[in-house]
């Protein structure tokens, strides 16, 4: 799976600050279907049900004492593999999946990803589109004060990478709406699909994001729940 042809330079938002790639077809359409079908037949302790959205943790579960590893099954650590294969973690492979399932109308609050990760975000979404808002903080630490600045739509099969000031500094956050309209704050539109046109308005379906990303502080040994490699 590891396809390392991609130059990463060719997919790199420029109207964002520093950075941001974005690759639309970063899966194909069998490989989101097989992805959505391995997800929903996890057995259903497997799932964390929040208030506004429910997850599944791959590979452990984070924490700031060290997360116990866990054997990531091959269909779905492929793509960790493929991920490894852009080098975006300065040789630091993968070791952690984090999927969100959002239903039309579920979105989450503006946040960071924190200190538990090394300081990349790669996020593959499937099933529907979802616009990502960006948001910076008042420069005088209220943290409740936040201004929208710009936003990135993300379409289905494709791959965002957050790093630097839109790691550490900017916050991002999806909206609970069921529809969103394709306006100017959208900074990676020309990047994007030809059927997604700036003054239109995008019905959203269920959406599954896998964010993966490397937790530098696990234990030095794993658990394998009952996945074989």
Same mark, same amino acid.
């Given at each position: 799976? #590891?396809? &390392?042809?991609?130059?990463? /330079?060719? @997919?790199?938002?420029?109207?964002?600050?520093?950075?941001?790639?974005?690759? !639309?077809?970063?899966?194909?359409?069998?490989?989101?279907?097989?992805?959505? &079908?391995?997800? =929903?037949?996890?057995?259903?302790?497997?799932?964390?049900?929040?208030? $506004?959205?429910?997850?599944?943790?791959?590979?452990?579960?984070? @924490? &700031?004492?060290?997360?116990?590893?866990?054997?990531?099954?091959?269909?779905?650590?492929?793509?960790?593999?493929?991920?490894? #294969?852009?080098?975006?973690?300065?040789?630091?492979?993968? $070791?952690? %999946?984090?999927?969100?399932? =959002?239903?039309?109308?579920?979105? +989450?609050?503006? @946040?960071?990803?924190?200190?538990?990760? =090394?300081?990349t975000i790669t996020t593959i979404s499937a099933g529907s589109h979802i616009v990502l808002k960006f948001l910076e903080p008042s420069k005088d630490d209220r943290k409740t004060?936040?201004?929208?600045?710009?936003?990135?739509?993300? /379409?289905?099969?494709?791959?965002?990478?957050?790093?630097?000031?839109?790691?550490?500094? =900017?916050? @991002?956050? +999806?909206?609970?709406?069921? /529809?969103?309209?394709?306006?100017?704050?959208?900074?990676?539109?020309?990047?994007? !699909?030809?059927?997604? %046109?700036?003054?239109?308005?995008?019905?959203?379906?269920?959406?599954? &994001?896998?964010?993966?990303?490397?937790?530098?502080?696990?234990?030095?040994?794993?658990?394998? +729940?009952?996945?074989?490699?």
């Amino acid at each position: 799976m #590891a396809n &390392s042809t991609y130059n990463l /330079e060719i @997919h790199k938002v420029k109207k964002l600050p520093e950075t941001a790639y974005y690759i !639309s077809d970063f899966i194909t359409e069998a490989e989101e279907r097989a992805i959505l &079908s391995n997800i =929903y037949a996890a057995p259903k302790p497997k799932w964390t049900q929040l208030s $506004n959205r429910k997850l599944q943790n791959w590979g452990g579960v984070p @924490h &700031s004492k060290g997360m116990i590893a866990e054997v990531i099954p091959p269909w779905l650590d492929q793509y960790l593999e493929k991920i490894y #294969a852009l080098n975006v973690m300065r040789g630091k492979r993968p $070791n952690h %999946v984090l999927v969100n399932e =959002y239903l039309p109308g579920q979105g +989450i609050m503006p @946040h960071l990803d924190g200190s538990l990760f =090394y300081p990349t975000i790669t996020t593959i979404s499937a099933g529907s589109h979802i616009v990502l808002k960006f948001l910076e903080p008042s420069k005088d630490d209220r943290k409740t004060d936040l201004t929208h600045r710009f936003s990135l739509l993300l /379409e289905p099969r494709s791959l965002l990478i957050l790093q630097d000031a839109l790691f550490e500094y =900017y916050l @991002h956050s +999806i909206e609970e709406i069921t /529809e969103d309209l394709i306006d100017d704050s959208i900074v990676n539109l020309d990047m994007c !699909s030809s059927s997604f %046109v700036k003054g239109s308005v995008v019905t959203r379906e269920t959406r599954i &994001s896998l964010t993966i990303r490397h937790v530098p502080k696990t234990t030095s040994f794993k658990l394998n +729940i009952g996945n074989k490699r």
